[in-house]
């Protein structure tokens, strides 16, 4: 099938864009790795020190000769977040099967993995974003000592895929392989946790209710499954090619995930391809491909340019848009639908994807991998499990469950449903695949807030309980972090079903979960940085239209420009760690950049 033309043109102006970029890229990346192993030319201290921690004998002699291939594991585990602590059992995993290949693994540094699910609404959100760079660095610090021949990433959720692929990124002369844990088998329904929280929204259930329906949500090693940026993550590392076919969504526990696990210890040690030519222009484009396709987190719209930039390549908010106005939605997982990733994987997961968006001429087939030479297009074969081997399965061609998964042919809806807004607030995205067209166009005066506790406290008042956009601002990357603002879900969507027209604005973010109530997010430039959005005033007429992709303020024009802009709130920016975070915030860029601090 041929390219869409629309694909096409996309990646050949993000491939003209990134020419100087990329070529520099590459041409760092060749350098390092015309350089070989660098431990070869280690003194002979540097050298011992390398592998004198060996506690296996043939270990500590396979790297003393030099020869044998050298495997650094970087690892997100700990053990209080469901997601990482299976990766507790896997480094003595991979070491063994990295052994039986030929080669020696040692665990070469661990990389901090905090929960947004733990800290929505509380001070510690305001470090998510920025632990990105932070595991970047990280990762970069566990790769220096520059003895290593290949790289295997041990991460999950939210900002950890991101970092670690950035961090893994600055030494992509290194084959890498990202091994994932698996989702968590589902507890309660997505649609019933959802109907909970909005009744305790509503102050018809108690704190020991909601506590009891959230613990049956959360309830086992894993992600949680519900399609937020945590799955969103697995998916698109499968659709960049650098996890195994079909390896995002086995359980934990399984003998299928444990098979994974050793195929991609053995598949580091055999591959030569290195990770910053595996993720070329067509990977990054595949990566935007499957978000559209799936309706995947908001938060991919500041990750993957990040990410792409790392690697020499300039994605930018109108790459998304035109590729979305032509990728069909095809999933509806939670919050875009009732089902979870588990019923997605069930439905066919990642391979019946895959295979579509090939045979529609909507992915880049011949993609490199980490798995074989013939591109991304063979991931519609998964890796499955018969007698006890691991073996490719037959090409998953139909939908177990159309409502969950849809062919290209009857997708769920025309189009990706992200959307870029501008006008006179500046830029915005926007996700519609959730909601309504009847909601998709909203006209209402302002009420304007610094922070979203003072939202949820106007909400329980009753002084929202109107036609009303909200508007939340100084939440950008430069004023606090820009900490996701997941907790007015529940009030906003309260407003909406009691029949009011309401849509947020705000600097901030509102995550994998945002869902039915339109949401202008990241709006660029963020108010700490003199974004207009400081010269919004309560009573102002706003204007949302994702159809047209406009974002207005219906004032006088002389009026609106000599308006002074609204002081930002003083700077707490202590207690919880966040004094330490202060260089970041003075050195981030936009939210359109990636609110990346490198660069």
């Known amino acids: 099938?041929?390219?869409?033309?629309?694909?096409?043109?996309?990646?050949?102006?993000?491939?003209?864009?990134?020419?100087?970029?990329?070529?520099?890229?590459?041409?760092?990346?060749?350098?390092?790795?015309?350089?070989?192993?660098?431990?070869?030319?280690?003194?002979?201290?540097?050298?011992?020190?390398?592998?004198?921690?060996?506690?296996?004998?043939?270990?500590?002699?396979?790297?003393?000769?030099?020869?044998?291939?050298?495997?650094?594991?970087?690892?997100?585990?700990?053990?209080?977040?469901?997601?990482?602590?299976?990766?507790?059992?896997?480094?003595?995993?991979?070491?063994?099967?990295?052994?039986?290949?030929?080669?020696?693994?040692?665990?070469?540094?661990?990389?901090?993995?905090?929960?947004?699910?733990?800290?929505?609404?509380?001070?510690?959100?305001?470090?998510?974003?920025?632990?990105?760079?932070?595991?970047?660095?990280?990762?970069?610090?566990?790769?220096?000592?520059?003895?290593?021949?290949?790289?295997?990433?041990?991460?999950?959720?939210?900002?950890?895929?991101?970092?670690?692929?950035?961090?893994?990124?600055?030494?992509?002369?290194?084959?890498?392989?990202?091994?994932?844990?698996?989702?968590?088998?589902?507890?309660?329904?997505?649609?019933?946790?959802?109907?909970?929280?909005?009744?305790?929204?509503?102050?018809?259930?108690?704190?020991?209710?909601?506590?009891?329906?959230?613990?049956?949500?959360?309830?086992?090693?894993?992600?949680?499954?519900?399609?937020?940026?945590?799955?969103?993550?697995?998916?698109?590392?499968?659709?960049?090619?650098?996890?195994?076919?079909?390896?995002?969504?086995?359980?934990?526990?399984?003998?299928?995930?444990?098979?994974?696990?050793?195929?991609?210890?053995?598949?580091?040690?055999?591959?030569?391809?290195?990770?910053?030519?595996?993720?070329?222009?067509?990977?990054?484009?595949?990566?935007?491909?499957?978000?559209?396709?799936?309706?995947?987190?908001?938060n991919h719209t500041l990750h993957l340019p990040a990410i792409a930039a790392a690697a020499g390549i300039a994605l930018t908010w109108e790459d998304f848009a035109e590729l979305s106005a032509v990728v069909p939605l095809l999933a509806r997982v939670y919050p875009n639908g009732s089902a979870d990733v588990n019923h997605f994987e069930a439905a066919g997961g990642m391979a019946f994807l895959i295979g579509e968006l090939a045979d529609a001429g909507l992915l880049h087939g011949d993609a490199r991998t980490v798995w074989e030479d013939d591109g991304i297009a063979a991931y519609r074969r998964p890796l499955r499990l018969e007698h006890g081997d691991l073996v490719r399965g037959a090409a998953v061609r139909e939908s177990a469950d159309p409502a969950v998964l849809a062919p290209v042919a009857s997708p769920m809806a025309a189009e990706g449903g992200l959307r870029v807004l501008s006008g006179p607030l500046g830029r915005a995205v926007v996700k519609v695949s959730a909601v309504k067209p009847v909601h998709r166009v909203i006209e209402a005066p302002a009420r304007v807030f610094t922070d979203q506790e003072s939202v949820q406290a106007a909400f329980r008042r009753g002084e929202l309980h109107r036609d009303v956009v909200v508007v939340v601002r100084f939440q950008g990357p430069k004023a606090n972090g820009m900490p996701e603002l997941h907790k007015l879900t529940p009030p906003l969507g309260v407003l909406q079903d009691l029949g009011y027209r309401v849509a947020l604005v705000t600097d901030g973010r509102m995550s994998g979960a945002s869902g039915k109530v339109p949401a202008a997010i990241h709006v660029t430039p963020e108010a700490a940085a003199g974004g207009p959005l400081g010269r919004v005033r309560d009573g102002d007429m706003l204007r949302l239209d994702a159809e047209r992709g406009t974002l207005e303020v219906l004032v006088d024009d002389v009026e609106w420009t000599a308006r002074p802009l609204a002081d930002a709130p003083a700077d707490a920016g202590v207690g919880c760690g966040r004094e330490l975070f202060g260089v970041f915030r003075r050195a981030v860029g936009s939210a359109e950049a990636g609110a990346s601090v490198f660069g």
């Open 1 to 298: 099938m041929s390219l869409h033309p629309v694909l096409d043109a996309v990646t050949r102006r993000i491939r003209e864009r990134s020419r100087a970029t990329r070529a520099a890229y590459l041409e760092r990346l060749r350098a390092a790795a015309a350089q070989g192993p660098r431990r070869l030319a280690l003194g002979c201290a540097n050298r011992a020190h390398g592998f004198a921690g060996c506690t296996a004998a043939e270990d500590k002699a396979a790297l003393r000769g030099g020869s044998t291939p050298a495997i650094g594991i970087v690892t997100s585990y700990n053990d209080m977040l469901s997601a990482h602590q299976p990766y507790g059992d896997y480094p003595e995993r991979l070491k063994a099967a990295v052994r039986a290949a030929g080669g020696v693994a040692q665990v070469a540094g661990g990389v901090p993995a905090m929960c947004d699910g733990v800290t929505q609404g509380e001070p510690g959100m305001e470090l998510s974003l920025f632990s990105r760079e932070v595991i970047a660095m990280g990762t970069a610090v566990a790769l220096s000592h520059g003895t290593f021949d290949g790289v295997l990433c041990l991460g999950v959720c939210d900002k950890i895929v991101p970092g670690l692929l950035i961090g893994a990124l600055s030494f992509g002369h290194l084959p890498t392989v990202f091994v994932p844990a698996g989702p968590m088998p589902s507890g309660l329904p997505n649609k019933e946790k959802g109907r909970i929280r909005q009744q305790y929204a509503e102050g018809k259930l108690d704190k020991d209710a909601l506590l009891e329906a959230e613990a049956a949500s959360y309830h086992a090693p894993g992600t949680c499954t519900f399609y937020g940026t945590a799955n969103s993550n697995q998916m698109l590392v499968e659709m960049m090619g650098l996890h195994l076919p079909g390896a995002s969504f086995a359980n934990p526990g399984t003998a299928l995930r444990d098979a994974l696990t050793d195929a991609a210890a053995r598949r580091v040690v055999a591959l030569r391809t290195p990770i910053g030519e595996i993720v070329d222009e067509r990977a990054i484009v595949n990566a935007v491909v499957g978000l559209l396709a799936t309706g995947g987190s908001t």
